[in-house]
């Protein structure tokens, strides 16, 4: 459109030189020349003051479109210091309410937790009194069934119960060669180094009794994440019973089966029944991993691990859900050939945990570059009910300290309501103890079948 209206412009301006130079020709009767010079000037005179014309519109039509674009720009930059100023506020003002509207929530699950506990207790000594009068009215005492089910926490706590597949269906009664004697108390600490101790001679028989005839047990105890208290993975836990069918917990042998040597053979069993486990939980598409405690003998003996190592990678798959945890005195103690398993076992896509920890005083980029993703600290070292000796981070920075190296912190030992609160204000996201669900042993039925004949006969 505007070119067309300035060609008709230029065809009007040469009519009227045109016009002009006839003019002068015909009725003034001046030479042709003469007329077609003056002509000529005219138009050319018209051009000049037309191009003037257009562009001081076209400079005015600039000069307005900037001064509207710099009046945009004010107020884009008026938009934006508003948009600062709310979000200032929502920061500053956010935390402040979030916590003013969970405040009064944990509260009433703290006292629906002590409801709760109340009526577990009552349960049990109710259940108590009814095997008392059972074991009264029938002629032959007979003992109690061993726990062979895996039951489900309490749901109004928020934690959403164990799988199903560890529940064991009712079955008739058995009669046991004898009732089962009281829980044989943990024998106290001696006055050397655990290691170092004389050996138990009766123990140690009792263990290998264990081993022998298949009385290693498999305990679960959940890791559920916080505040939501939902089931994340399981810590695998070792118990062995006696010839009395009385449970021994680790602390109970842990170290005599250490001095022993009979660490392998024990962590040969534990793998291959927690890969059973995981293998029970895959079928019922569940992806909760499995906490298995290793001992640092497993990674040295050169006629246990290479088999251990070969049935770990013919069930490469469950590398994502299996994880090895070890004490940080046996970290703090690896040497050359425990760093070479490891670096096996991470090689393999396994990771780590480091439990038991006394003092903060680890290198935990090392620790990470190793394989290490997760660190347990109990809830009274955390919260500061438990002296810590000194180190270079404090507790309560320790969440954000591990996720920088890509670990992550896990609380274990929570055993009350308060302890939860404290843990949550010191950011920890996932939670172990007794207050979210005791160790529950699996029911035999998930756990048929032996270890692969490698992997026994190194044991042996």
């Not at 001064?67 to 008026?78: F, G, I, K, P, T």
């Not at 509260?107 to 207790?121: C, D, Y």
């Not at 076992?345 to 620790?367: A, C, M, P, Q, Y």
């Amino acid at each position: 459109m505007a070119r067309a209206t300035t060609i008709f412009i230029f065809l009007c301006m040469g009519v009227i030189a045109a016009s002009v130079s006839a003019i002068m020709m015909f009725q003034f009767a001046r030479p042709a020349g003469e007329a077609f010079t003056l002509g000529l000037a005219l138009l050319c005179t018209m051009i000049v003051v037309h191009l003037v014309f257009t562009r001081q519109r076209d400079r005015s039509d600039v000069s307005a479109r900037v001064a509207e674009l710099e009046e945009r720009v004010l107020e884009v930059d008026q938009d934006v210091g508003n948009l600062e100023g709310r979000l200032t506020g929502m920061e500053t003002n956010l935390p402040r309410r979030t916590r003013e509207e969970i405040d009064p929530l944990f509260a009433e699950v703290e006292v629906l937790g002590s409801l709760i506990k109340q009526m577990a207790e009552a349960m049990a000594g109710m259940e108590d009194r009814i095997d008392e009068q059972d074991q009264r009215l029938v002629a032959p005492p007979q003992p109690r069934e061993r726990l062979g089910h895996y039951e489900e926490a309490p749901r109004a706590l928020g934690y959403s119960g164990v799988d199903r597949t560890f529940e064991q269906a009712p079955e008739a009664p058995r009669a046991e060669p004898a009732p089962a004697a009281p829980r044989r108390a943990a024998p106290p600490p001696p006055a050397a180094g655990p290691r170092d101790a004389q050996p138990d001679l009766a123990l140690r028989r009792t263990i290998q009794e264990a081993l022998d005839n298949n009385r290693v047990d498999l305990f679960l105890q959940p890791l559920v994440t916080l505040p939501q208290r939902q089931v994340r993975d399981y810590e695998a836990l070792t118990r062995i019973r006696d010839q009395n069918e009385v449970y021994l917990e680790p602390v109970d042998f842990i170290d005599e089966a250490a001095r022993a040597g009979m660490m392998p053979a024990i962590d040969n069993l534990m793998l291959f029944r927690a890969i059973q486990v995981l293998r029970r939980l895959s079928n019922r598409n569940r992806r909760s991993g499995l906490f298995v405690n290793l001992s640092s003998q497993t990674l040295v003996d050169e006629k246990f691990f290479p088999g251990f190592l070969d049935f770990l990678r013919a069930n490469q798959g469950f590398s994502d859900q299996l994880t090895f945890e070890f004490t940080q005195r046996d970290v703090s103690e690896m040497g050359a050939l425990e760093h070479e398993s490891l670096a096996a076992l991470s090689e393999l896509g396994f990771r780590f945990s480091i439990d038991r920890v006394t003092n903060l005083r680890l290198d935990f980029k090392s620790l990470s570059d190793r394989g290490f993703r997760y660190v347990k600290l109990h809830a009274s070292r955390l919260i500061g009910s438990e002296r810590m000796p000194d180190s270079h981070i404090h507790p309560a920075d320790l969440g954000d300290l591990l996720r920088r190296f890509a670990m992550e912190l896990i609380v274990d030992h929570i055993e009350t309501e308060a302890q939860v609160l404290e843990v949550l204000d010191l950011d920890a996201r996932i939670g172990q103890g007794y207050l979210f669900s005791p160790p529950r042993p699996v029911r035999p039925e998930v756990l048929q079948g032996r270890p692969p004949k490698a992997m026994r006969r190194a044991a042996e």
